[in-house]
């Protein structure tokens, strides 16, 4: 049971360049999430979905797009990546949305946009 | 408004002492959760620890608690007998009802904490 993954650990991108965040879970979650934390900053949320082929904004959405096409997989794209997109990306899954079930966070990607 | 308050961006502790971290929140919301989270420096986002609006009791994790106040809308985490590898980044985070249409859970700030030997 590896719970929530993420690839790449790390990744250093040209201003303009594209690239796709990957978080896979094995816990059978519906419920999945992207958030990012910018230095000395608690996470926002970028985008979130609630089921395959199911997916809906966060509180900064722009420049990123997802899809979320099986339960186990919910890749984030960014667009023209741009300097204010540097920050650390964390996916995270849980059970139910309701406001008692616990949000289990992957590893997170270092994204550096130069 | 801030919905999570994390007012202390840094403590220190010594070894083996009980160190309180601070949280306050604001929600109009009868039902949510709170949680705290600890970041250590390889970056992963860890539970630690969890409080629901309707529970009576304060919760306990081992030697993580959380002295949850309502009224004052506080919900500190208690760290007992801290050890060397509780350094790190503690994030307080409230998740509302869903139907608020806030699906995600708001962080606080956090604050980093040093334990000393």
């Known amino acids: 049971n590896a719970g929530v993954t993420q690839t790449p650990k790390f990744r250093i991108l040209k201003i303009g360049q594209s690239m796709t965040l990957q978080c896979a879970q094995d816990?059978?979650?519906?419920?999945m999430y992207w958030y990012r934390q910018d230095p000395g900053m608690g996470l926002k949320l970028i985008y979130y979905?609630?089921?395959?082929?199911?997916?809906d904004k966060g509180e900064v959405p722009n420049g990123y797009n997802v899809s979320r096409s099986t339960t186990e997989d919910f890749p984030l794209r960014l667009e023209l990546a741009a300097p204010s997109q540097t920050s650390v990306y964390f996916c995270a899954s849980s059970y139910s949305e309701t406001s008692t079930d616990t949000q289990y966070f992957g590893p997170g990607t270092r994204l550096t946009v130069l | 408004a801030q919905k999570i308050t994390q007012t202390q961006p840094g403590m220190f502790v010594q070894e083996k002492e009980a160190v309180t971290l601070d949280c306050t929140y604001d929600t109009s919301d009868p039902s949510y959760g709170l949680f705290w989270y600890k970041q250590p420096s390889s970056g992963e986002m860890i539970f630690l620890i969890y409080q629901g609006s309707y529970d009576q009791q304060n919760a306990t994790e081992g030697r993580y608690s959380l002295n949850f106040q309502k009224a004052r809308k506080s919900a500190n985490l208690v760290i007992s007998a801290s050890q060397l590898g509780d350094s790190a980044m503690y994030f307080c985070?409230?998740?509302?009802?869903?139907?608020?249409?806030?699906?995600?859970?708001?962080f606080g700030s956090g604050t980093r904490l040093q334990v000393q030997p």
């Open positions: 979905s609630v089921g395959a082929g199911i997916t």
């Open positions: 816990m059978n979650h519906n419920y």
């Open positions: 985070a409230m998740r509302e009802r869903v139907d608020t249409g806030r699906r995600a859970l708001t």
